[in-house]
């Protein structure tokens, strides 16, 4: 087993008037060569955009865009002709392959939104663009981690597809309790994110936004505090030839 752990005070930085972030790996003007991701996955931007603001059209390729908002709505638009607001509880996912342009506002004229905004490199290049986007179930996640992602013919399950063998899943716990997480895949690692609260995992004390990423194992126990929200990425840690 292996495992590396990023503190939330460790992230990288930026202010720049309506928009405040923190990187886990390098992105735009943050740059670490110890933090270029963690298998396919290349970015976890901890975005707070101010009431109104956002990002105008700008292009993606080849690349699983994943938006779960934490607080506030989002206004999507984009090349494929999809219109939408995402709303806390629910998330979106954006395959981008072959080519998208789209732009994202804070659908609010009042009140800030927070989110996080997750890449993850896709399996294959130059595959069909889509879109989709779902509300969950809050009780889905009560003291238990609940799947939101999985790879294409998974939406069985009621996940939201990419193209990748990559696990999205989300745990909200009201108790201290121990959970035993299985990986998905034989080569696969995972990156525990929290978003809110505390967790230990293999003998490391996590609060909130502090991340540990482990591979070369089958089986992690996870102990979560009592109000923690935590992310699990169960993602290959090498990608496709």
Do not use: C
């Not at 909130?208 to 126990?221: F, Q, S, V, Y």
């Amino acid at each position: 087993m292996q495992t590396v752990l990023h503190k939330a005070s460790e992230r990288g930085y930026a202010k720049q008037g309506w928009l405040e972030t923190h990187h886990s790996f390098s992105f735009a003007s943050y740059y670490n060569p110890e933090k270029m991701g963690f298998g396919v996955l290349r970015v976890i931007n901890d975005d707070v955009i101010a009431s109104g603001e956002g990002f105008g059209k700008h292009p993606h390729n080849d690349m699983e865009i994943i938006t779960i908002p934490l607080s506030g709505t989002l206004a999507h638009e984009d090349s494929m002709g999809n219109v939408e607001t995402i709303e806390t509880g629910e998330v979106q996912v954006m395959s981008a392959g072959t080519g998208v342009e789209h732009s994202e506002f804070n659908a609010s004229e009042t009140e800030s939104i927070s989110l996080l905004q997750i890449w993850i490199l896709t399996r294959v290049k130059g595959v069909t663009p889509r879109y989709a986007q779902k509300l969950f179930n809050p009780h889905l996640f009560r003291n238990t981690f609940h799947q939101i992602v999985g790879p294409e013919g998974s939406e069985k399950n009621g996940n939201l597809p990419i193209y990748q063998d990559a696990f999205l899943s989300l745990g909200r716990f009201d108790t201290d309790m121990s959970i035993e997480y299985d990986l998905q895949k034989r080569g696969n690692g995972v990156y525990f994110f929290v978003i809110e609260g505390g967790m230990i995992a293999e003998g490391k004390q996590l609060e909130k936004r502090d991340a540990i990423g482990i591979w070369d194992t089958e089986k992690i126990n996870v102990q979560a505090k009592k109000g923690a929200f935590i992310l699990a990425l169960d993602v290959p840690m090498k990608a496709s030839e």
